[in-house]
C-alpha cells in the first residue's frame, strides 16, 4: 500500500505546486484532480460463446483488483444476434486508493512492456477527459500469457475535474503518462 500513497503524496506536495504555478491558480481546490479511472472491454464476440465475458470479468478484476461487472445491451438487435440484456462488455469504475495504485502500475510496469511503444496520443475529448485504447490485455503481469484463450483490448479512461483539455493534460503529464511528443 505505500505505493498509493506515494502517488498520493505525490499529488499533493509535487503536482498541486506545479499545476498551481502552471495556470495561475489563486486556491489549492482550483487545482484539478483525477476524479476515477475507467476501464472497459466491448466484447461484442461473447454474443455466439458466453464463456468470454466469464473469462474477461476474471482477467480485469485481476488486472484492478476490483470486481468488474459485465455491461448488458440495451435493445434487440437482430442483424447482430443481440437480445436486449445480453452481456455485451466488462467494465470497472476505480477511485482513491485503487485508482492510485493501477495508475503506478499502468505508467511503471504496463505500458513500458508494449512493443515499439513511442509513447500515447495526446489527444483529450475536449473536457479534460483522456482515453486510450490498449490492444491486448497481456501487458499487465497480472495475465498469465498461457492461460489466455484470445487477444481482448480494452479502453482506459482517465475522468479529471479539470476544465480544459490544456488542464488536463498538464495533470495527466505530471501524473507519468507517456505522451507522444508532437
Known amino acids: 500500500m505505500s505505493t498509493t500513497n506515494s502517488l498520493k503524496n505525490d499529488y499533493k506536495e509535487r503536482i498541486v505546486p506545479a499545476l498551481m504555478k502552471e495556470f495561475g491558480y489563486k486556491s489549492i481546490m482550483q487545482v484539478p484532480h483525477l476524479e476515477k479511472i475507467v476501464l472497459n472491454q466491448?466484447?461484442?464476440?461473447?454474443?455466439?460463446?458466453?464463456?468470454?465475458?466469464?473469462?474477461?470479468?476474471?482477467?480485469?478484476?485481476?488486472?484492478?483488483?476490483?470486481?468488474?461487472?459485465?455491461?448488458?445491451?440495451?435493445?434487440?438487435?437482430?442483424?447482430?444476434k443481440l437480445r436486449k440484456q445480453m452481456p455485451i462488455g466488462v467494465r470497472v469504475t476505480l477511485r482513491n486508493e485503487n485508482m492510485y495504485e493501477f495508475l503506478e502500475r499502468l505508467v511503471r510496469v504496463a505500458l513500458p512492456r508494449i512493443r515499439d511503444f513511442k509513447g500515447i496520443e495526446s489527444k483529450l475529448d475536449g473536457s479534460g477527459n483522456y482515453t486510450m485504447g490498449i490492444q491486448e490485455q497481456i501487458i499487465f503481469p497480472e495475465i498469465n500469457i498461457d492461460g489466455i484463450s484470445r487477444l481482448l483490448g480494452m479502453n482506459i479512461t482517465f475522468v479529471t475535474s479539470a476544465k480544459t483539455d490544456e488542464e488536463g493534460f498538464s495533470l495527466l503529464k505530471q501524473f507519468g503518462l507517456p505522451f507522444k511528443h508532437n
Open 42 to 80: 466491448g466484447l461484442g464476440i461473447a454474443v455466439a460463446d458466453k464463456k468470454i465475458i466469464d473469462t474477461a470479468v476474471n482477467e480485469m478484476t485481476a488486472i484492478t483488483g476490483q470486481k468488474a461487472v459485465a455491461t448488458l445491451s440495451r435493445k434487440d438487435i437482430s442483424n447482430f
